[in-house]
């Protein structure tokens, strides 16, 4: 296994281990940090959970009740007291952000679209990273811009784009703090601080 310049830590709730490799979304990331030439040193955090958690904090930091696929928390909004998750105050030290994903939504997702959850799970990664690196779907041109970039990336990953002529959904990029790290199935959240 080559050396990679990216550091992705992942926790998975109890609940979804084993479903999606922690092995196999390092990579993803990794080689979506490759395509979009993050700078070496870059570091990524994943919690992959279930709908209960993602549900929690799609409400407190999207304001949106239900469960969502994923939800990006970019860094430098991010002040912990927890070692597990990036500690920002002021210089990020190549820190990123931070992905949360629900497994059993992108299980849904995936059977709608005739998808793999495999195939699936790299859209949503791929998706994600890239709003960490700071693209969005808000407006129509950094929609297509945002499109061409992902597929591009799921060629490599998948071998076939996933993009068809359906709008993306709202923003999955938090604009307030992140989550703390997981203990015991409960998430906890922290206060901080928006770029």
């Avoid at 409960?186 to 770029?195: A, D, F, Y």
Wanted: glycine fraction near 8%.
């Amino acid at each position: 296994m080559s050396s990679s310049p990216y550091r992705v830590s992942i926790q998975t709730e109890d609940a979804e281990r084993g479903i999606i490799s922690q092995r196999w979304a390092r990579d993803v990331i990794r080689r979506a940090l490759a395509a979009e030439q993050a700078p070496d040193g870059s570091r990524v955090e994943i919690l992959i959970a279930g709908d209960e958690t993602v549900s929690a904090l799609n409400a407190e930091f999207m304001g949106q009740d239900g469960t969502t696929d994923v939800i990006s928390f970019p860094s430098g909004m991010v002040d912990s007291d927890d070692d597990d998750w990036p500690d920002v105050d002021g210089d990020s030290g190549g820190d990123i952000g931070q992905i949360v994903l629900s497994v059993p939504q992108i299980a849904r997702q995936a059977e709608t679209a005739g998808m793999t959850l495999r195939e699936e799970a790299a859209h949503v990664l791929v998706h994600a990273t890239l709003h960490l690196l700071g693209h969005d779907h808000e407006l129509d041109d950094d929609e297509a811009t945002m499109r061409t970039r992902e597929d591009a990336i799921l060629m490599e990953l998948i071998g076939r784009p996933v993009h068809g002529t359906e709008p993306m959904a709202l923003s999955h990029t938090a604009d307030s703090p992140v989550v703390d790290a997981l203990e015991q199935g409960v998430v906890e959240t922290v206060s901080g601080r928006t770029p």
